[in-house]
């Protein structure tokens, strides 16, 4: 029986020991998986950003003066213009997002690859194309979140990011045959596996640089081929003032023109000059006195832009992109009333209008917006109380809630309105009295809410 004993207690220590060296093997993978992931998002989003100036510069015209190899054979320098070196590295496929951009009417918008699927455009929670840059850019964060999928933020709070509506996992698979369980490739985490690169290394937005003679191939993992033009101070260029904002005109109302001139840099009789306008712009060029008439058209509270291409014997020779806007009205998406259908209560109809938004550095300095509700029925209508809203330069007017340029506000109003029988089918209007430096703007009227239902 003692043998018994002294055999069992043998067995169970040697299982113990057994069990601590599995636990602790279990804890040190996963501390190295984690170390892993951490450094893949930071180097993710180190290389989002330098991305985001690439483009950023390609937009601002700016040029490559020369393009150096790294020693270690990992990437390339790229020297611009303006004195800015940006550092790409080559990257390959895994089961990690890759962020990436591509050109849509010549506005840069951010997209996600996730290993072999098809690169997809990043949408808001809206379903709206996410900008790249611009007045409207910003610039996305990769993370992890607790339940272990990749996560992706893009100023609205971190959100998972989905393949064919599903979270994608930064787990990563158990290893086998030598396949790592963060990224997939070649790594010690599998059964039989061999040491292979830990991930961090295979992570980028950048698969490959070409140099293509007069421009340098930037080629992204997602696909998109970026075109950087070298410089050469002998070529013909198109040259605009912008603002300190990127634009070659302060932001324009959807009601107005506005003709502005251009320079030209070694001029050549042989090469013509087209502009191109995107997003609802229009562009009249005016040949005689080297100038364009810009028409927003139907671009109201859209970011655009103006593209010059150079062409000599029908080859386009080099490009050139400039950003316009018109005044940036406020989403009505985001208002809303309460109660959403109004209710007659005590002869009375009240109502409250929230999220009526002034983003920052909007609503100018010398302007004054009068807003006013007004329920219009059938055979008539009812004005609600009138709320004025003022720049912080306006000293000709009293009443009114000033609004600062730089933080903007997020504003509400109520009203009340006389209830009558005619009001059951009805309908709830912002109705808007704008002025900017003693220029009246039109602004239509904004549909808020439907109908009246009486109670008692």
């Known amino acids: 029986m003692k043998k018994n004993f002294i055999l069992f207690t043998s067995i169970f220590l040697l299982s113990a020991t057994s069990c601590q060296k599995d636990l602790r093997d279990d804890v040190d993978d996963l501390l190295e998986r984690v170390s892993k992931l951490e450094k893949i998002c930071e180097q993710a989003n180190a290389d989002i950003v330098d991305l985001k100036q690439i483009v950023s510069l390609l937009e601002a015209n700016d040029y490559i003066t020369s393009v150096n190899e790294l020693a270690d054979k990992s990437g390339y320098a790229i020297n611009f213009l303006k004195g800015n070196t940006i550092v790409v590295k080559h990257g390959t496929n895994g089961d990690y997002p890759v962020i990436g951009v591509d050109e849509l009417n010549g506005i840069f918008y951010w997209t996600q690859k996730v290993g072999d699927n098809s690169a997809s455009w990043v949408l808001d929670s809206n379903g709206n194309k996410v900008q790249a840059t611009g007045g409207n850019g910003k610039t996305p964060v990769i993370g992890v979140n607790s339940s272990g999928n990749w996560t992706v933020d893009y100023g609205e709070g971190s959100k998972e990011l989905l393949v064919n509506g599903k979270p994608v996992s930064a787990k990563g698979k158990d290893g086998q045959n030598g396949k790592d369980g963060v990224n997939g490739t070649d790594g010690k985490d599998g059964a039989n596996g061999t040491n292979g690169k830990d991930g961090v290394d295979g992570y980028s937005p950048f698969k490959s640089v070409t140099d293509k003679g007069d421009y340098i191939e930037l080629k992204l993992t997602t696909g998109t081929i970026l075109k950087l033009p070298k410089e050469n101070s002998k070529a013909m260029k198109i040259l605009f003032d912008?603002?300190?904002?990127?634009?070659?005109a302060e932001r324009m109302w959807a009601d107005e023109t506005k003709e502005i001139t251009y320079k030209v840099e070694n001029p050549d009789s042989q090469t013509t000059v087209d502009f191109e306008a995107t997003n609802g712009w229009r562009v009249k060029h005016n040949r005689n006195n080297n100038s364009i008439t810009l028409i927003p058209l139907e671009a109201w509270n859209e970011e655009g832009r103006?593209?010059?291409s150079l062409l000599k014997d029908n080859k386009l020779i080099?490009?050139?992109?400039?950003?316009?806007?018109?005044?940036?009205?406020w989403d009505k998406s985001s208002i809303n009333t309460m109660p959403q259908v109004l209710e007659a209560i005590g002869g009375k109809v009240p109502v409250t209008i929230q999220n009526i938004i002034f983003p920052?550095?909007?609503?100018?300095?010398?302007?004054?917006?009068?807003?006013?509700p007004v329920l219009r029925y059938s055979g008539g209508e009812a004005k609600g109380l009138l709320y004025t809203f003022k720049g912080e330069d306006v000293e000709d007017i009293e009443e009114g809630d000033v609004i600062t340029y730089e933080t903007g506000a997020n504003e509400a109003i109520r009203s009340s309105f006389d209830y009558i029988p005619?009001?059951?089918?009805?309908?709830?209007?912002?109705t808007f009295d704008v002025e900017i430096d003693g220029r009246a703007v039109k602004i239509d009227d904004m549909k808020v809410a439907d109908g009246v239902i009486a109670t008692n």
Do not use: H
Request: proline share 2%.
């Open 422 to 430: 005619e009001m059951n089918k009805s309908e709830l209007y912002l």
């Open 242 to 248: 912008v603002n300190e904002n990127g634009l070659i």
């Open 306 to 308: 103006i593209i010059v």
């Open 360 to 372: 920052p550095q909007w609503f100018y300095k010398n302007a004054v917006i009068k807003i006013t």
């Open 318 to 329: 080099s490009q050139f992109r400039y950003s316009v806007k018109t005044m940036l009205f």
